[in-house]
C-alpha cells in the first residue's frame, strides 16, 4: 500500500513539479493518508449507526436492548459476519462477546489478527430474535441492506460468514454448514467463505479441527490477497 501511494506521488511531482508536490514527506504523506481514510471511514460508519440504531422496521425492534451495530477496523480486510445478536451481545451491544467471543478473540490471534485491527464484525440482524431463534425471512429482508451499506464503507478484503444461519443467509442457500465450507462464494463481487461459529466450537469441540482449517485458508488468503 505505501509503495503505492509513494509512486502516486513522484508521478504527480514528474507531471507538476514540486509546487504540487509539496515538499512532503512520502513516508509522512502515506502514513497520514492512511489515518485520514480511517478516520473518515469509522465517521461515515458512526453516521450510518446514529441514522439506523432506532429501526423500527421488523418486530425485533421493540423487544431488544440494544442495536447490534458491529465493532472493529473501519479499514479491515476482514468482515466477519454472524448471524445475529444473543443475549450477552443484546445487553452490551457488540457482536460476538461472552465465551463465544473469547474463543473468536483467540483464533484470531492464533492467525495474527485480533479484534479492531484488520477485522471488523458484525451481524446480518442487529437485534435479537427472541429466545435466540432463526432471524424470519422478513426480518432478513430489513435488515440485510444494512449489512450491504456496512460492507460498501469498509471494503473488506474477504467476507466470512460465521454459522449455518449466516451463511445460508448470505448466500441464499438453503444446504448444509458442510456444504458450504472450503468453498470461494461471491457476495456482490467481494469473495466469502464460511466456517462454524465459534459459539459451536463450545457446544462440540469436533468443530476445532475444521475452524482451524478454514481460519488457515483465510490466513493464507489474505497473506497473498
Not at 480511517?38 to 441514522?51: A, H, M, P, V, Y
Not at 432478513?140 to 441492506?145: F, Q
Request: aromatic fraction near 8%.
Amino acid at each position: 500500500m505505501k509503495d503505492t501511494i509513494h509512486k502516486y506521488f513522484k508521478q504527480q511531482q514528474l507531471l507538476y513539479g514540486n509546487e504540487l508536490y509539496f515538499s512532503i514527506n512520502p513516508e509522512q504523506s502515506s502514513e497520514s493518508i492512511l489515518k485520514n481514510d480511517r478516520i473518515n471511514t469509522q465517521q461515515e460508519l458512526d453516521t450510518f449507526n446514529e441514522s439506523i440504531c432506532l429501526c423500527m422496521e421488523c418486530p425485533l425492534g421493540k423487544t431488544r436492548t440494544n442495536f447490534v451495530f458491529g465493532v472493529g477496523d473501519p479499514n479491515a480486510e476482514l468482515l466477519l459476519v454472524g448471524e445475529a445478536p444473543g443475549e450477552p451481545e443484546d445487553l452490551s451491544g457488540e457482536p460476538i462477546v461472552g465465551g463465544a467471543g473469547k474463543m473468536l478473540d483467540k483464533i484470531l490471534i492464533a492467525i495474527g489478527k485480533k479484534r479492531g485491527d484488520g477485522v471488523y464484525i458484525a451481524n446480518v440482524i442487529k437485534c435479537r430474535p427472541p429466545n435466540n431463534r432463526d432471524p424470519l425471512p422478513s426480518e432478513v429482508d430489513k435488515c440485510e441492506p444494512y449489512l450491504l451499506e456496512q460492507i460498501a464503507k469498509i471494503r473488506p478484503k474477504l467476507i466470512v460468514a460465521l454459522g449455518r444461519v449466516a451463511g445460508k443467509t448470505l448466500l441464499k442457500l438453503d444446504v448444509p454448514l458442510q456444504e458450504m465450507r472450503e468453498k470461494t462464494h461471491d457476495y456482490n463481487g467481494t469473495p466469502l467463505r464460511v466456517t462454524y461459529h465459534p459459539a459451536a466450537l463450545l457446544r462440540n469441540s469436533n468443530f476445532k479441527k475444521p475452524c482451524w482449517k478454514d481460519f488457515q485458508w483465510i490466513q493464507g488468503f489474505l497473506g497473498n490477497a
